[in-house]
Structure formats: structure tokens, C-alpha cells
């Protein structure tokens, strides 16, 4: 850890919130996606946040693993598309855009706050700095 | 002479009250992690024991007692699992508290900070003369 272990502790809540924040983006980006039924729909993803050093407290976080949605996703009857197949069907991902919203609110809050961690973390560094100086 | 009561005093709980500050960001950095206990920082009572220990006794001999009583093992800030209710998602960080807690031990902090700069500007003060 470095010599400003806060912040650098808060540091990994970001970067974790950052990717979290990514995949939603990626997610909602596809949402609409349209593939022929005969090849995968389009997976979304899910971050899953771990905790670093859960024992002494001093760790921090980071990206446990991204879990894929199914590659099923739903069939809609589409006769017109350019992918339809024989029965018309083409397949869409299995996303839910409230689902998505919501992880969208809470990616970004939990980003914000780490971010305000840091900023009262480094006046508290910066006042231990000019100690002595007095 | 610089060893006094309240330089030890503020010492540790300036080491107390960084803990708390990194288990505080540890917590929050673990907002949205699944199975994750928020960690609780303990060192006040521990201090005020070790400091209790000292009295009867005057200056140096305090001063010696109390950090003695400091310097043991059981005095040292100590961490444990909140027990509080958790989440769906097996998570009980509360970042309300997290925040109050981090704005508290952030100034806390600060003022320390300030108390151990007022020492040394007496002995400053008193090595220059006052000049």
C-alpha cells in the first residue's frame, strides 16, 4: 500500500465503479442488438466486486470476476428482419433496461463517494504534511 | 522533557483515528461488494485506560506509566465486523455512517494534527527564546 494508504484505498473503489460503470455502458449500448437464432445473442455483463485483504481491513477492492448473462436471450418474432429465420424469429439479449438503470444509479453513487473519501483523505494528508512547519 | 502525556496521548490516537480512516475508505471502496462486514476501528477506551493507569503519578513517572500501559499489546486499535443487519447481498455498509464517520475522523484527525504542532511550537518558542 502506499505511504497515503486512504487514498490509495479508495483508489481501487474507484477504478471498481469505473469498470462497473463500463460494463453497464457496454450493456445498454447492445441492448438492441439482433442476431440470427442460429448464433448467440448478445450476453450481459455483471461485475462482481470482491474485497482485497478482507481480514485486516486495509485492502481495498477489485474486480472479482464478470459474470455473462445467457447466450439464449429472448426470440422475437421479426419476419422482416434480414436475420429472421424460417419462422421469422431473431434473437435479442436478455437485458433489462430498469435492471440496468438502477446498477447505473448505484455504479455511480458508490463511485462519487469514493471519490469524495479521497478528497477529505487529502486535506487530512496535506495538514499531517505541514506539521511542524507552524 | 519532550515526552510528555499528551504527546503519547496524541500520538497514538493520531495512529488510532489513520486506521479508522483507511478501514472508513476500505468500507466505502466495498460499497457494492457482496458478503462484505463493514470493519469498526476501536481505541478510545483502550487509551483512556492506558492514560487512567498513569495517575497518582507526576510528570516523568506518568508520562513512563502511561506509555508503558500504551505500549502493550491489548492498547493497540483493534478492528472488528460490524453486526449489523445486512443487505440481500449478504453486504451491510452503511454509507451514511460511512460518511459521517470518515467527516468525523477526518477533523478529529485535523485537530490532533493541530494539538501535536501546538507542542512543538512551545518547544520551538522556548529553544528560540521567543525571539
Known amino acids: 500500500m502506499s505511504i497515503f494508504p486512504a487514498i490509495g484505498i479508495s483508489g481501487t473503489g474507484v477504478t471498481v465503479h469505473r469498470k462497473w460503470l ?4 457496454d450493456n445498454l449500448a447492445n441492448i438492441n442488438d439482433v442476431r440470427p437464432t442460429s448464433g448467440e445473442a448478445y450476453r450481459a455483463k455483471q461485475v462482481i466486486a470482491q474485497a482485497v485483504d478482507y481480514g485486516d481491513g ?15 436471450g429472448r426470440l422475437v418474432y421479426a419476419p422482416d428482419n434480414v436475420m429472421a ?28 463517494s469514493n471519490l469524495a ?5 487529502k486535506d487530512s494528508y496535506q495538514q499531517a504534511i505541514q506539521l511542524g512547519k507552524g | ?29 466495498n460499497v457494492n461488494t457482496p458478503q462484505f462486514l463493514a470493519g469498526r476501528v476501536q481505541f478510545e477506551d483502550a487509551l483512556r485506560q492506558a492514560v487512567e493507569s498513569g495517575q ?3 510528570g516523568e513517572t506518568r508520562a513512563q506509566i502511561s ?57 520551538r518558542a522556548v529553544i528560540s527564546g521567543g525571539a
Open chain 2, 1 to 29: 522533557m519532550f515526552d510528555t502525556v499528551t504527546s503519547t496521548v496524541v500520538k497514538t490516537a493520531l495512529d488510532g483515528l489513520a486506521m479508522r480512516q483507511r478501514v472508513t475508505a476500505d468500507n466505502v471502496a
Open chain 1, 85 to 112: 429465420d424460417a419462422e421469422g424469429y431473431v434473437r435479442y439479449p436478455d437485458i433489462d433496461l430498469a435492471d440496468q438503470m438502477g446498477q447505473l444509479l448505484m455504479a455511480q453513487r458508490g463511485y462519487a
Open chain 2, 56 to 58: 497518582g503519578f507526576d
Open chain 2, 67 to 123: 506509555r508503558v500501559a500504551l505500549s502493550d499489546e491489548a492498547s493497540q486499535p483493534s478492528l472488528s465486523r460490524s453486526l449489523e443487519p445486512t443487505r440481500t447481498d449478504g453486504n451491510n455498509v452503511n454509507l451514511d455512517h460511512e460518511v459521517i464517520s470518515n467527516i468525523d475522523t477526518q477533523l478529529r484527525y485535523q485537530l490532533m494534527i493541530r494539538a501535536m504542532d501546538d507542542q512543538y511550537g512551545g518547544i
Open chain 1, 22 to 25: 463500463d460494463a453497464i455502458s
Open chain 1, 117 to 121: 473519501v479521497i478528497d477529505r483523505a
Open chain 1, 58 to 72: 486495509n485492502g481495498g477492492v477489485q474486480v472479482g470476476g464478470i459474470v455473462e448473462g445467457n447466450a439464449e
